[in-house]
């Protein structure tokens, strides 16, 4: 049984390798172009708009800057994000190994992570979605550590504030699992008998001070300017919603619409093999409920963790597919609790009932990961090289034509810009995101959080004409670059196996 759980993991880590690189999604050219301009001692909300937490762009740039790189940002954007899905794993693996002190079930467990769309979905993006579940992993698993080793506990519960803090600092939406674990901390000390005092020294003070340190980072941005972090991470999202009314959008805006989607999400196949382990670990639980009353620490932790992601899911409007890769992960968390009872007398009808499920995954989302398997034959379908690959193609075209000394790429797809090295304008740095809001936004707030807009863009040209202009990926939003291009004479490049349109000064032009 080992075998077929191991040759699952090795099959489900190619395919997710696979979707990793052969993905492009508009949300990564904000986050590496955020990690890029880190690297080059740009100052995060200052300098730029970035419209998240600001520990991912710190984490891009200093590995960036520690590994010297200079081009193919993306693709190591991508591989960070595929190695936190495999640290994910490899955590949660650990968590079940702990709790079911059996190995076996246990890789069938991973296996399942790794083969469950909600989670590899997002994990394909060079962004702040997977990165925060294994953080959040860690938390879990140092938490778990502790309750049984009091002579390291004070060690092990700073480290679990410490990780749940740089979950936080990744992304937001995970603030609402301080809550369970401030919760359970206090409220229900497991594995000794300890005095409420005692817990409250033992634990929630250590966990108080790992969270502390790890916030540090994050105060000095709010200290050094607690405006432009106030929007970036919270005023921004509420004048995004009112950009979405305003255009017309409609899915999943109100509560009721988004009950139905995350009841979507949680009834697609993945979710569902997901929730028959969990239904059947219940089952056990109920059954053996005194056995259970010594897991009762890690299954309240986990449930209310699920919960909790539940709300940062359904909380931002509207709501996407990706956030329920919170409430999903915790899930994985709840399963391994509500299997832990009773193990040694149900352990042949467990992994017979991981096998179907891991099976059931493998019949569901097989060839989808063949498929992409199948694709990394060809270099084009390497995201990562493709977009390098134009970047170049771009850069020589400027410096043919004497124009990349002259002025900006002015693009809401920066990645083709800044993966050759060619200077960007910052108030495209985070792509489509801030400059579609601009419009609700005064001139002094445009001026001050670094961003411009679609009725403005040209005022901002007018005074820094662009070397080149980049479009053809953002819609309508693209249209105000187009009409500046067009309006002022700029030449139309065609670059070979290029879906976007190309743009060139033409008053400098030398070749044309």
């Keep these: 049984m080992i075998w077929f759980f191991a040759a699952a993991i090795l099959f489900a880590i190619a395919g997710d390798f696979a979707k990793i690189m052969t993905s492009l999604d508009h949300n990564e050219h904000m986050y590496i172009t955020a990690g890029v301009l880190v690297s080059q001692n740009k100052v995060l909300y200052r300098d730029f708009a970035y419209l998240q937490m600001p520990y991912l762009p710190l984490l891009y740039?200093?590995?960036?800057?520690?590994?010297?790189?200079?081009?193919?940002?993306?693709?190591?954007?991508?591989?960070v994000s595929f190695l936190a899905l495999i640290s994910s794993a490899s955590v949660l693996f650990l968590i079940a190994r702990h709790a079911w002190g059996e190995p076996t079930i246990a890789i069938g467990l991973a296996a399942l992570f790794l083969l469950n769309m909600s989670i590899v979905h997002p994990a394909r993006e060079a962004s702040n979605y997977i990165i925060p579940v294994f953080l959040s992993f860690l938390a879990v698993y140092s938490f778990e550590i502790a309750q049984r080793n009091?002579?390291?506990?004070?060690?092990?519960?700073?480290?679990?504030?410490?990780?749940?803090?740089?979950?936080?600092?990744?992304?937001?939406?995970?603030?609402?699992?301080?809550?369970?674990?401030?919760?359970?901390?206090?409220?229900?000390?497991?594995?000794?008998?300890?005095?409420?005092?005692?817990?409250?020294?033992?634990?929630?003070?250590?966990?108080?001070?790992g969270l502390l340190i790890g916030f540090l980072p994050m105060a000095g941005f709010i200290v050094q300017d607690p405006a432009g972090f106030m929007f970036n991470n919270l005023g921004y999202h509420t004048i995004n919603t009112q950009w979405r009314i305003l255009t017309g959008y409609t899915d999943n805006m109100s509560l009721p619409s988004k009950f139905v989607f995350a009841g979507e999400t949680f009834l697609k196949a993945e979710n569902l093999t997901l929730l028959f382990g969990i239904l059947f670990g219940a089952g056990l639980t109920i059954l053996n409920f005194r056995q259970a009353k010594q897991f009762s620490t890690g299954g309240v932790l986990a449930l209310f963790l699920f919960l909790s992601g539940l709300i940062s899911a359904l909380a931002p409007t509207p709501s996407f597919y990706q956030y329920y890769a919170v409430p999903i992960s915790f899930l994985f968390i709840l399963f391994i609790y509500l299997w832990a009872v009773n193990l040694d007398k149900t352990f042949l009808s467990r992994r017979m009932i991981l096998t179907i499920l891991v099976l059931s995954s493998l019949l569901f989302q097989g060839s989808s990961l063949l498929d992409s398997i199948s694709k990394l034959r060809h270099r084009h379908n390497w995201t990562p090289l493709h977009?390098?690959?134009?970047?170049?193609?771009?850069?020589?075209?400027?410096q043919e034509n004497q124009l990349q000394a002259n002025g900006k790429v002015a693009t809401l797809s920066p990645l083709f810009a800044v993966e050759a090295g060619?200077?960007?304008?910052?108030?495209?740095?985070?792509?489509?995101?801030?400059?579609?809001?601009?419009?609700?936004?005064?001139?002094?707030?445009r001026n001050y959080f670094v961003g411009t807009s679609p009725a403005t863009i040209h005022d901002l040209f007018e005074k820094a004409p662009p070397a080149a202009i980049l479009t053809g990926f953002e819609g309508k939003l693209d249209q105000p670059l187009v009409e500046f291009a067009l309006a002022k004479g700029y030449k139309k490049i065609d670059l070979s196996n290029f879906e976007g349109k190309l743009y060139l000064y033409q008053a400098a032009t030398t070749n044309p």
């Design 422 to 445: 060619l200077p960007i304008y910052p108030e495209l740095a985070s792509g489509p995101f801030l400059y579609r809001v601009g419009d609700l936004l005064n001139a002094e707030q």
């Design 61 to 79: 740039g200093g590995l960036y800057q520690l590994l010297g790189i200079t081009s193919y940002y993306l693709l190591w954007g991508k591989l």
């Design 150 to 209: 009091p002579t390291r506990k004070w060690l092990l519960m700073a480290i679990t504030g410490l990780m749940s803090a740089l979950a936080v600092g990744v992304k937001l939406t995970y603030a609402p699992i301080l809550i369970p674990f401030m919760a359970v901390i206090i409220l229900f000390p497991l594995y000794s008998k300890e005095s409420f005092l005692a817990g409250i020294t033992h634990q929630f003070l250590p966990f108080l001070a």
């Design 387 to 398: 977009v390098r690959d134009v970047s170049i193609k771009v850069r020589e075209v400027l």
